[in-house]
């Protein structure tokens, strides 16, 4: 898995070493420059804040006790259908107060993906997301570049390695849950994540004094099969489009928002939706959050589960999971638009 982001065969343009320098050098009196500037957000209007909705909470310790598992697995399946969002708990680690040359030792290289840097930049002309990350591939663990792997902070790597481990029990745990509520075969569903493939991608958003004229992260879905958010920082941000609105996550302390990504909806055939978010900027605060990412063996095909196909009709395509991953980072960050031309007879 690890080594097929050594070999993206996609060719990033470079932008400003870091976003945290810029926003450092316009702090007191300067613009934010145009490559970051999103006239769009104004323009596409409607955003509802969290009263509007209310996201489900699937409370994990419910979800692994005998008494309250099936009614618990029932607001998780509820939550995948509807909402592809939803919330539990875990904890996190830190790397991006380091002076910029520290961070630097782990940089992108050209035509990479993984360590410190940016992605989906294509062109001089496209805009920025003013957001710098860190992005490394955790699992399977023979497969990780360490030379990626901060070894500042001391623990950094350690802290990773916990998390990695703890967040990839979840996923499981989750998955078994999920094919009771979809009705297939529990080892089935396990066996297509067999090796659990995980990437982390730690984002390090910078305050602007002009929040509202810039994008921390383009409108997207995730290209895996689940992503657990975890809001290092407790500084808000995320937005997800529902029914064509965009609505502002609030996320509880310590909580994960956990939402379903392109490869889990064309596994359950449509069932479960990848849903399209994005991330704002807070005027004063910065705001770290750390996405990992749960994937297939990706050396393999990816379409709807067969046992979903005895009571339907295929409605994405099968895809080789390489071709769909390179494909998902050629694509850039454009919405649903990738999912979408996956999709059979539309
Ligand atoms: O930081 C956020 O709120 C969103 C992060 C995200 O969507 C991602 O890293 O894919
Ligand atoms: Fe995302």
Redesign the pocket.
């Known amino acids: 898995m690890a080594e097929i982001f050594d070999q993206m065969e996609v060719e990033f343009v470079d932008q400003d070493v870091s976003v945290q320098v810029v926003a450092d050098t316009i702090r007191n009196n300067g613009e934010v420059p145009e490559r970051y500037v999103r006239s769009e957000i104004k323009a596409e209007g409607v955003i509802v804040d969290a009263e509007g909705y209310n996201l489900p909470i699937v409370d994990m310790s419910r979800l692994l006790s005998p008494e309250f598992s099936d009614e618990e697995a029932v607001k998780l399946g509820s939550a995948c259908e509807n909402w592809g969002f939803f919330q539990v708990r875990d904890d996190i680690t830190e790397f991006f107060s380091l002076p910029l040359e520290e961070k630097l030792a782990v940089a992108i290289q050209p035509n990479g993906v993984q360590g410190f840097g940016h992605h989906f930049v294509f062109s001089k002309e496209q805009k920025l997301d003013w957001v710098d990350l860190l992005f490394l591939a955790t699992r399977p663990v023979e497969e990780r570049s360490l030379d990626f792997w901060p070894t500042k902070p001391s623990t950094f790597r350690d802290t990773l390695d916990k998390y990695s481990l703890e967040m990839a029990n979840v996923s499981r745990q989750l998955l078994k849950y999920m094919a009771n509520s979809l009705g297939v075969d529990q080892d089935t569903l396990l066996d297509t994540f067999k090796g659990q493939p995980q990437s982390v ?1 730690i ?1 390090y958003y910078p305050p602007c004094f002009q929040a509202d004229k810039v994008l ?2 383009s409108p997207h879905t ?1 290209g895996v099969g689940m ?1 657990f ?1 975890l809001h290092v920082n407790d500084v808000q ?2 937005q997800i489009k529902k029914d064509g609105k965009w609505f502002s996550v609030e996320s509880m302390p310590g909580a994960l928002v956990v939402n379903i990504g392109d490869v889990l909806e064309i596994l359950t055939n449509g069932k479960y939706k990848s849903i399209e ?1 994005r ?1 704002v900027v807070n005027p004063d605060k910065e705001r770290i ?1 750390i ?1 990992a990412f749960h994937s297939l063996n990706l050396f393999c095909t990816i379409g709807p589960l067969k046992d979903l196909l005895k009571v339907g009709e295929a409605r994405y395509k099968d895809i080789d999971g390489v071709e769909f991953t390179k494909g998902y980072f050629a694509a850039k960050l454009e919405g649903r638009r990738y999912l979408e031309s996956l999709k059979l007879g539309e």
Request: no cysteine; charged share 15%; net charge neutral.
């Open positions: 991608r984002n921390g992260l995730d992503t958010l941000g995320l978010h991330a959050t996405a």
